[in-house]
């Protein structure tokens, strides 16, 4: 028994050193390798370097052409500024902010889209197997997807509405939420500054509806209210006189995009009768043109010994006499203490008990 346990001692692999044989050997097999692969790596290496070069020098030559192009729109709408069409047309802040939208979502998506193609071209260089990675990255995208929902929303509704111009800096709308004049655009939030002066922060994916109170032509309507017996064509007259005077004179002949017109009869009444007037005007200039075209009229009027009326507006009590009894209340039964109400309602009174006699 001891021999065989020797035996089987001896019989177990002992750790050798290496041999210089050896390490020669190792030397020359790793160097035939490198040797047998140097080609693959070296052609990898030049692929992916010239992917690199290609991306950047595309991805810089993309940039420099949206921001040259970005450039040139706000030079065209600089050029035309302080002219007649500029102040019509063109609102140099909101081009300006609008091209400036426009160029930051074309440089990202033109980074993303070239940056993004040669990362996947490295890695199929690389021989990496692409269809697990983009398998995750949709289902990431799906995840992030819904939890940003709302983020998503107002970035793409920012997109669409700086694209199709709905609205722009300078312009007065109702976005159904909040209403005023925009201040900024964004691609997430724009910013409205409301009749009393405060700034509304409107997310675009939340806006339903625009109403654009700035775009194409606005229309300045005027009622002139007066005697009933006055004679129609002179007033008419008269308004017509105010219009063409009021188109002559600065800054009303830029304002105004057609002549006033005298439209009619709005309302007649036992006293007095109403005549509408009318004009088309320079979008946002509508109130302007109002106030202007009232005072001219009102002076007009004066002139001509034609007088202005007024009267109560419907449902309006003023000019009646108050009812003096209309504030008091009416008379209560319970006021008087021996009518039949105050009995019933009065706490009856307990009940008297007599004493006992003592029992004997």
Request: proline share 5%; hydrophobic share 45%.
């Amino acid at each position: 028994m001891f021999w065989s346990a020797a035996l089987a001692a001896d019989s177990t692999p002992r750790p050798t050193t290496p041999t210089l044989d050896d390490a020669h050997r190792s030397a020359t097999n790793a160097a035939g390798w490198v040797e047998e692969n140097w080609s693959t790596w070296l052609s990898v290496g030049l692929r992916i370097a010239l992917i690199l070069v290609i991306a950047f020098v595309l991805r810089s030559a993309v940039r420099r052409g949206i921001t040259k192009l970005i450039e040139r729109m706000n030079r065209t709408a600089q050029a035309v500024n302080g002219t007649a069409l500029g102040g019509l047309l063109v609102n140099v802040e909101r081009r300006r902010q609008r091209s400036a939208a426009i160029g930051s979502v074309l440089r990202s998506v033109a980074s993303f889209a070239i940056m993004g193609t040669a990362g996947l071209m490295i890695l199929s260089a690389l021989q990496i197997n692409l269809a697990p990675l983009l398998a995750s990255a949709g289902v990431a995208g799906v995840a992030i997807g819904f939890g940003a929902r709302n983020l998503v929303t107002d970035f793409l509704s920012g997109v669409f509405m700086i694209l199709e111009d709905q609205y722009g800096v300078g312009d007065s709308i109702d976005a159904g939420v909040a209403s005023g004049e925009v201040i900024e655009v964004g691609l997430r939030v724009t910013k409205l500054r409301g009749d009393s002066g405060e700034i509304w922060y409107v997310r675009n994916g939340e806006v339903k509806r625009i109403g654009n109170l700035s775009q194409g032509w606005a229309t300045a309507g005027v009622d002139v209210q007066i005697r009933a017996d006055e004679d129609l064509d002179r007033v008419r007259e008269v308004i017509n006189q105010v219009g063409v005077d009021m188109a002559k004179d600065e800054p009303w002949n830029e304002r105004l995009w057609e002549p006033i017109e005298v439209l009619g009869l709005t309302a007649v009444y036992l006293d007095s009768m109403i005549v509408r007037v009318s004009a088309r005007t320079m979008p946002g200039k509508s109130l302007d043109v109002e106030r202007e075209l009232r005072w001219r009229i009102k002076k007009a009027l004066n002139e001509a010994g034609i007088q202005l009326v007024g009267r109560p507006a419907e449902g309006d009590p003023a000019g009646e006499a108050a009812d003096p009894t209309a504030s008091m209340t009416a008379p209560s039964a319970l006021a008087n203490p021996e009518s039949p109400q105050s009995a019933a309602a009065s706490p009856l009174a307990p009940p008297t008990t007599t004493p006992s006699a003592p029992s004997k």
